[in-house]
């Protein structure tokens, strides 16, 4: 069994997405992680890294579904299911959200959009993060949930 503690972001990620791991991360040491928002982010981080460095894209739209159910594998590894879907764009015709999209130019030059909500003020509750991503062409919803394991 592999232990992670202590050790770099990056290190950490290469064990995260090894193909080839054959044992199971058993313990993960992650020093900064205080509250629900500060594993949300560290979960989009994750997420990010995987899909630009372990699958070369920067572009959301160009991931298959094969490629983010790798993904997922990968961070199941920690611990941590991915939700990831297409939703209507009129999903966010309200004034709050759309006043709370930021917008970013990637490297291809196309704008995306980003907004984080928190579903019912549910500040402690990991599911009720929601990542928006606006792409030119579809609204993607992403959020995170602990993976239960029982042990009976």
Known sequence: MTQL????????MRYIFDKDLSEKIEDISINGLENTIDIFWFCVKVLRYGIVNELGTANIESVSMH????????????????????????????????????????????????????????????????????????????HFDFIRIDTM
Do not use: W
Request: net charge negative; glycine share 4%.
């Open 67 to 142: 490629q983010f159910q790798y993904i997922q594998e990968c961070m199941s590894r920690l611990g941590i299911f991915v939700h990831y879907e297409i939703v209507s764009s009129t999903e966010f015709d309200t004034p709050f959200l759309r006043d709370q999209i930021s917008i970013h130019i990637n490297s291809t030059g196309k704008r995306l959009g980003m907004t984080h909500f928190i579903e019912n003020n549910q500040e402690d509750n990991l599911p009720a993060h929601k990542l928006f991503l606006f792409t030119p062409h579809s609204v993607y919803k992403i």
């Open 5 to 12: 503690d202590n050790i770099k972001f990056e290190e950490s």
